[in-house]
């Protein structure tokens, strides 16, 4: 089992850039693949981006590619949504999870969340 700890959300202009980190409990982390989803309020969860426990490959949704990064550090527990270029539509709550399988962008194939990190983006 594994715990999950966000943070680094909050207030940011349109254009400004925020660093969300996801901090894991457990020595077990490397076995997981991990991924980002955001919340927006009336709005199902939807997925960002997800890295592969032992490849580091990447995936992305469409409307943050090229614009966000995610990237983990094993020795350290901890994974991390770097978020450039950031727009209003960004606004959500942000959640990091974790899953024992290779990467998925379903909310569902997800096993472990965190309690989320308020992100929001003025115009």
């Known amino acids: 089992q594994v715990q999950l700890a966000e943070s680094g959300g909050g207030l940011v202009q349109a254009g400004g850039s925020l660093r969300l980190s996801c901090a894991a409990s457990?020595?077990?982390?490397?076995?997981?693949?991990m991924g980002w989803f955001r919340q927006a309020p009336g709005k199902e969860r939807e997925f960002v981006a997800a890295?592969?426990?032992?490849?580091?490959?990447?995936y992305y949704a469409d409307s943050v590619k090229g614009r966000f990064t995610i990237s983990r550090d094993n020795t350290k527990n901890t994974v991390y949504l770097q978020m450039n270029s950031l727009k209003s539509e960004d606004t959500a709550v942000y959640y990091c999870?974790?899953?024992?399988?290779?990467?998925?962008?379903?909310?569902?194939?997800?096993?472990?969340w965190g309690q989320g990190t308020q992100v929001t983006v003025s115009s």
């Open positions: 999870a974790a899953r024992s399988g290779s990467l998925y962008d379903t909310p569902g194939a997800y096993d472990y």
């Open positions: 457990g020595r077990t982390f490397s076995s997981y693949t």
């Open positions: 890295i592969r426990r032992n490849t580091f490959s990447t």
